[in-house]
């Protein structure tokens, strides 16, 4: 199926892109804004990837309830209140003024994280009740992209808006894309039946919790999705440009063109291999990201060959990611799908946080390079589990 079929039998799913192209554009064109403003103010290793980490935290706090509450609520009338909820939250950055407003800015993530990451739940569980079969795994596959290519835009436009114009110009940008998001979603219609749930909060978050433990493939795959995860590459990059790359390039275009170089291999990876890619060599593509991550790690403190290497680790990463979520989406009932999938969520962003923490505290101890170094090897162990469980049987 290509993607005009796609949105010629399901007009809906345009869009539903359109909408994610927006949102997600102004999810992350804010990033480079922070991270600069975080080198300004000389902030620590640590800081930086406490600060990271708070991109990921709310997900691994808050899943157990956002999955029943997205399980229960009308999903146009949720998503709309998150949107607000990150415009709010956009706009506030603006009061960051120094270091001890640090506090402040983790409390404002936290909230617009939260409410990214509930909107990201949402409408991962409207896709199946709209579609099925090879209409959603190219669905899962054009989100895919679509991420890629706005986290690719989002950090390279601005990089350079923030070199050129300062950090608050970011931000008011970034609040104008959830304007028109808020009014693109305002025009769409989920055609779907919500069925009222009788079950307590408390109830609904431990029955998704038997259902999971009862169902030990879906464990296996959420933790395969999982190591995902260990591509959470931020504060790699932001060190890397405060360490090695400054000297050469001014910090928030390092940054940028750091990250735009590897989501723009995020978004041609799933072009190039797409026809490879099964159950049964699933195990062949953790192994060569892990190599890749590797390579990268060898190459990384140069600017320029650190920019070819950091493009090898994003080739395969969106296969993995949008193929792992549809082997979970496919395995679950739909009445459990927002329980079981913020669940999920909550394991892959626990992943980025560990991820973002052991690159945070370790770098006091290893050069950046054997942490990138790990981080690949640790793919290629994922790789040999996946084959040893024979998950794809």
Known sequence: MKYQELFGQYPI???ISILQFIAYMGAWFSNVAIYSMLVDFNASAFTISL??????????ILSPFSG???DRVDPKKLMMILLFSELAMTISFLTIKSIDDVPMLLLFLFIRTSSASMFFTSEMTLMPKLIKGEALVKANELHSIIWSFTFTAGMALGGVVVHSFGIKSAFIIDSSMFVISILILSKIDFDIEIKKVTQT???????????????????K???????????????????LANYHYKYIIAVPLAIGLSNATRALALMIGPLVIQRWVSKTNLFYIFVFQGIFIIIWGFVQNNFYSGLVGIFFTGLLTTTLWSYTYALIQERVEH???????AYNEMIFMLSNVFTTLFIGIMVSFI????????LGVLFILVGFYYRSQKIWI
């Open 68 to 70: 029943t509450f997205v």
């Open 367 to 374: 050069d950046l390079m054997w942490i990138t170094i790990i």
């Open 13 to 15: 799913i345009k869009q």
């Open 335 to 341: 009445n459990y799908l927002g329980r079981v999938l």
């Open 201 to 219: 909060i408390f109830s609904s978050i431990k029955d998704g919790y038997d259902y999971i433990i009862a169902h030990k493939e879906i464990i």
């Open 51 to 60: 600060v990271t980490a708070m991109y990921f935290l709310p997900a691994v």
């Open 221 to 239: 795959l959420i933790f395969l999705h999982g190591s995902v995860g260990l591509t959470a590459f931020d504060t790699l990059v932001t060190l």
